[in-house]
């Protein structure tokens, strides 16, 4: 990994927020590791300890890589090419730097570039990024790269509880969002509750996955006993 970068300024996550998804991401870039956004390595060990009794895979896809994050992750189950692809160029710089083994493509996750040729997809915290509108096209890009029998996998935290500091923090934040969206153009898509785990299995199984939920147990449990997170398994029939 690359030298621990500082944490970006109020003026630079506002310059961010002000553009689009894309642009945004590019000028975040360089100190994204150092922000809350990256996906923490306590969550990439959870999901590889899941990961490990289902494989070993041959070929894997980091869907929306970003910084890389997911790569190593891949890197562990994988023994063949593993491929990063996300549409900012900013992110898949810093990315090739930290990962060189790893092959990166530029392209928007909606129309992938890849024949079906991958055993193992993942994709780490990016799901905010598309509207719900967008979710059945998404997954069916994500099936046609995969072999039959392929995987697709993701960790989904489960619901906050309402009336919760977190649920009121989550609709505090899409309320902004919207609101900023209405009013300013290009629009940065990002909500935190548009991806809702009944609708998100139903698009899954639409688009041909058989899907099975396992429980990440090593990121905790709620009060009534239930695992905090799960790691979404869908294989492609």
Known sequence: MSNTPERPTLRELAVQA???????????????????????????????????????????????????????????????????????????????????????????????PFAPAFDLAMSFGAFGHFLPSERPRLFTQVHSTLRPGGVFAFPIGAPARPGSRPYWAMLGFDAAMRVRNAVWWPRFVMYYRTFPLGGVLEDLARVGFDVELRPLTGLGRRDDGSPRAALVVARKR
């Open 18 to 112: 002000l553009s689009s998804v894309e642009r945004g991401y590019d000028l975040l870039a360089p100190k994204f590791d150092a922000t809350s956004f990256r996906t923490p390595e306590r969550v990439l060990d959870e999901v590889l300890r899941a990961l490990r009794p289902l494989g070993p895979f041959r070929h894997g896809l980091d869907v929306c890589c970003g910084t890389g994050a997911g790569v190593r992750v891949l890197g562990e189950v994988c023994d063949g090419r593993v491929v990063g692809v996300d549409f900012s160029t900013g992110m898949l710089s810093e990315a090739r730097s930290d990962f060189p083994a790893a092959d990166w493509v530029r392209a928007d996750v909606r129309a992938m």
